[in-house]
C-alpha cells in the first residue's frame, strides 16, 4: 500500500502522539491501559505484523534494557537482521525502534499516523500501544530475522505480550511500579511471569526466596523449560581497571573471556543472564560464535547506540558518568560503585520520578558527595524542593533543572572530582540532550 502524502513535520507528528495519546513517561498512572484489547485490534488491522518474524521478550524490574542491547548487538555480531524495541528513549523518539542499530526513519514515523490515524484514533490507544504497534509493522517492513522486544512495563498486561518469542527472559524482580503490579515481590513476580508462554523456554536472571517459586510454578503450567541463571554462574570471575572508562573483563564458564563496555556493578548479573540467554537460542537453532558473544559485550553501545548505563561523557578534569539507574535495587549497585571512585569530592546531580521510592533511594545516596538537586523536564519528576527537604543529612543546593544542575556542578568540580549525574532516566534523557545542543 503506497503512503499518503504528509502533511505533518516530524515535530508535530511527534506533539500529536505526546498530546492526543495518553503517554506513560508524562503522566503516570492516568496512560496506564492494562489488558490487550487495543493491542490485539491494532495487530490484526496491521496483518499481525509481529508473526512474521522471531522474537526474544525481556521482563525485569533493572536491567531489561542492557540484557535487550547485548542480546541484540550479538545476534547482529551473528549476522542476522534485528530489530530492537525499547522504552523510554534518551534524547529522540526515534531510538525506541531500531533495526541493526539505525533508528527508525523520521519520515516512517510520520507517514504511520498520517495514514492510520483514521483507524486508530476512535481506539484511544495509549502511547505505549500505539508505538510498539508501529514498531512491530516497522520490523515487518524491515523483513528483519529477530526482534528483541523490552516489555514496557511488568508483562502479562503489558501491550508487547501479545507476541510468542522464541525465548522469554526475565532479569530480576524489585518492588518498582507498585501501584500497577503489586506490593509484594511475589504479586510483582507474578506479573513478570504473565510472559511466559506454552512450550517456550525462559531465562530467569535473579531469583528470591519469594520470586523462585513464581517463576517455577508458571513455567510448569506452561510445559514451559526454564533456567534459572544464577544457580549455574556463566560468569565465574570479573574485574574493572581503575580507569572510569576501562572495560568490564568476565572470565567465563562457556564462552571464555570477555571484554564488557557496560562497566557497570549490575552488569555481572546482566551478562550472566545474556550468557544462558545464548545457550537457550543455540539449542534452539539460532548459529551464534563465541567470537559473536565477544564482538556483541564489547561491542554493544556501537552496535546498539545504548547510552546511560554507568556512561563515562568525560575521563578525566573532572571525571563525568551519568547512568539511568532509577530505583532502589539499582541504587544498591550505584551507591557501591560511586563510593569507590577515586576522587578528591563527589559531585552527585540527581532527581527523580514520583512513582518511585524517594526516601529509599537517598538512604542509599553516599553521605558524604555533594549534592546538585534538580527537576527532570517531566510532568512527572519530583519537585526539587521536596527531593531537597525530604534529602536528611545530604549537602546540596536545589536547581530548577536538570542543565543548570550539570553546569554547577561541572563549574564548581575541581579536575580531580568526579560528577554523576542519574535518579531517573529522564534526569539523564534531559542531561544528553542538553550536551547535544552544547555541541
Not at 476512535?122 to 514498531?135: I, K, Q, V
Request: aromatic share 10%; proline share 4%.
Amino acid at each position: 500500500m503506497a503512503f499518503l502524502p504528509s502533511f505533518m513535520t516530524y515535530t508535530e507528528t511527534l506533539d500529536y502522539l505526546y498530546h492526543s495519546t495518553p503517554v506513560f513517561e508524562h503522566i503516570g498512572a492516568a496512560a496506564y491501559k492494562p489488558g490487550l484489547y487495543n493491542s490485539e485490534t491494532l495487530d490484526a488491522h496491521f496483518g499481525h505484523p509481529h508473526r512474521h518474524f522471531k522474537s526474544i521478550h525481556v521482563a525485569g524490574t533493572n536491567g531489561k534494557g542492557s540484557v535487550s542491547h547485548t542480546l541484540a548487538a550479538i545476534l547482529q555480531s551473528a549476522g542476522y537482521r534485528v530489530g530492537l524495541y525499547t522504552s523510554p528513549h534518551l534524547v529522540d523518539f526515534c531510538e525506541r525502534i531500531r533495526v541493526n542499530g539505525r533508528c527508525v526513519s523520521k519520515q516512517f514515523v510520520v507517514e504511520f499516523v498520517e495514514q492510520e490515524r483514521a483507524f486508530f484514533e476512535p481506539l484511544h490507544p495509549s502511547f505505549f500501544e500505539l508505538t510498539t504497534a508501529m514498531a512491530f509493522k516497522y520490523f515487518a517492513d524491515e523483513q528483519v530475522d529477530i526482534a528483541v522486544i523490552e516489555v514496557g512495563l511488568g508483562g502479562r498486561l503489558d501491550c508487547t505480550n501479545i507476541i510468542t518469542p522464541i525465548l522469554s527472559v526475565i532479569t530480576n524482580i524489585g518492588l518498582d511500579h507498585t501501584q500497577f503490579l503489586g506490593s509484594t515481590l511475589a504479586e510483582i513476580a507474578g506479573e513478570k511471569a504473565g510472559i511466559i508462554k506454552s512450550g517456550v523456554p525462559v531465562v530467569v536472571g535473579q531469583t528470591l526466596t519469594d520470586t523462585r517459586p513464581v517463576f517455577a510454578e508458571k513455567a510448569e503450567q506452561h510445559n514451559a523449560a526454564i533456567v534459572f541463571s544464577d544457580e549455574e554462574d556463566e560468569v565465574l570471575s570479573w574485574k574493572r581497571g581503575t580507569e572510569p572508562n576501562a572495560m568490564m573483563v568476565y572470565q567465563t564458564r562457556s564462552f571464555g573471556e570477555l571484554q564488557g563496555v557496560l562497566t557497570g556493578d549490575c552488569q555481572v548479573a546482566n551478562a550472566n543472564t545474556v550468557l544462558h540467554a545464548v545457550r537457550q537460542l543455540r539449542h534452539g537453532g539460532l548459529h551464534i560464535s563465541d567470537n559473536n558473544v565477544r564482538e556483541g559485550f564489547q561491542g554493544v553501545a556501537q552496535l546498539t547506540g545504548l547510552r546511560g548505563r554507568w556512561e563515562c561523557l568525560r575521563a578525566n578534569g573532572p571525571t563525568i558518568v551519568c547512568d539511568t539507574g532509577h530505583n532502589v535495587d539499582a541504587w544498591h549497585y550505584l551507591n557501591e560503585q560511586i563510593r569507590l571512585q577515586q576522587c578528591a569530592t563527589q559531585r552527585i546531580v540527581f532527581g527523580m520520578v514520583d512513582d518511585k521510592d524517594l526516601n529509599g533511594v537517598l538512604a542509599l545516596l553516599p553521605r558524604e558527595a555533594v549534592y546538585y538537586f534538580c527537576q527532570a523536564s517531566t510532568h512527572r519528576a519530583i519537585p526539587v524542593e521536596k527531593i531537597a527537604a525530604a534529602a536528611h543529612g545530604l549537602q546540596g543546593t536545589t536547581y530548577p533543572n536538570v542543565a543548570q544542575a550539570y553546569q554547577a556542578a561541572v563549574t564548581e568540580a575541581r579536575p580531580d572530582d568526579f560528577v554523576f549525574v542519574g535518579g531517573s532516566s529522564y534526569v539523564v534523557a534531559d542531561l544528553l540532550t542538553f550536551l547535544e545542543k552544547e555541541h
